[in-house]
């Protein structure tokens, strides 16, 4: 059974920072490239993070290059999103998704953790 496992998110301070986790299981995780997606109240979810199968390549959404910082660790199946600097506009539902390098069908979400940046 796929799983994906989000957690860390919560309330913090601008200027702040957190680390959101997603556990794996269920799948041949190395295979999979991880992406962090987000989707604030009335947007469209979007695009933050994303890390290549072996963590070869990494790719940010340009409203937050120099902040985040996405890992992983195949040993441990886990996807790390690393959020420095925090802004107000980075609140939002922040989203695990896996999708293998070879078959994109093979597309699995998370249930999503909460980041909200407020004063």
């Known amino acids: 059974q796929v799983q994906l496992v989000e957690s860390g998110g919560g309330l913090v301070q601008p200027g702040g920072s957190l680390r959101l986790s997603c556990a794996a299981s269920?799948?041949?995780?190395?295979?999979?490239?991880m992406t962090w997606y987000r989707q604030a109240p009335g947007k469209e979810r979007e695009l933050v993070a994303a890390?290549?199968?072996?963590?070869?390549?990494?790719n940010y959404a340009d409203s937050v290059k120099g902040r985040f910082s996405i890992s992983r660790d195949d040993v441990k199946n886990t996807v790390y999103l690393q959020m420095n600097s925090l802004k107000p506009e980075d609140t939002a539902v922040y989203y695990c998704n896996a999708r293998h390098m070879y078959i994109p069908t093979y597309n699995y979400w998370g249930q999503g953790t909460q980041v909200t940046v407020s004063s």
């Open positions: 269920g799948f041949t995780f190395s295979l999979y490239a």
């Open positions: 890390i290549t199968g072996g963590g070869h390549s990494t």
